[in-house]
C-alpha cells in the first residue's frame, strides 16, 4: 500500500493557475499507474486525468483538455497536477489515485475511480468568479 499526500489547494480567482502535488511514500510511484480525481459538494467524484506507469502517456476529461496537465517525478514520488484558465466549475476537492500495475501493463491508464486501490485525502481548490 503507498501512502499518498495532496497538498497545492487554495483560493484562486478565475483565469488563474494552480499546481497541485501528490507526495507518496511507503513505496515507489514507479510501479504505479496515477490518476487526479475531483468531487464538487453533492457531486459524484469525478475523473480529470490520468498517467501511465511506463511511457507516461496521459488522457484528460473532456472538461479540462487543453488547460490541465498531469505529470510524474518519479525521483522525488510525486504526481502534479498543472491547472491553468482555472473556471469556477473547478471547483472541487482534488484528489491524487494510484493503482499498482505489473510492467507488462504499464501503457495503460485507468479513468475508473474503481479501478484505484489507494487514494489520498483530498485537497480543496476554490476558484472564485
Known amino acids: 500500500q503507498v501512502q499518498l499526500v495532496e497538498s497545492g489547494g487554495r483560493l484562486v480567482q478565475a483565469g488563474g493557475s494552480l499546481r497541485l502535488s501528490c507526495a507518496a511514500s511507503?513505496?515507489?510511484?514507479?510501479?504505479?499507474?496515477m490518476g487526479w480525481f475531483r468531487q464538487a459538494p453533492g457531486k459524484e467524484r469525478e475523473f480529470v486525468a490520468a498517467i501511465t506507469r511506463r511511457d507516461d502517456t496521459t488522457t484528460y476529461a473532456d472538461s479540462v483538455k487543453g488547460r490541465f496537465t498531469i505529470s510524474r517525478d518519479n525521483a522525488k514520488n510525486t504526481v502534479y497536477l498543472q491547472m491553468n484558465s482555472l473556471k469556477a466549475e473547478d471547483t472541487a476537492v482534488y484528489y491524487c489515485?494510484?493503482?499498482?500495475?505489473?510492467?507488462?501493463?504499464?501503457?495503460?491508464?485507468?479513468?475508473?475511480?474503481?479501478?484505484?486501490?489507494?487514494w489520498g485525502q483530498g485537497t480543496q481548490v476554490t476558484v472564485s468568479s
Open positions: 511507503g513505496r515507489t510511484l514507479s510501479s504505479y499507474a
Open positions: 489515485a494510484a493503482k499498482l500495475v505489473a510492467w507488462v501493463s504499464g501503457r495503460r491508464y485507468y479513468t475508473d475511480v474503481n479501478e484505484y486501490e489507494d
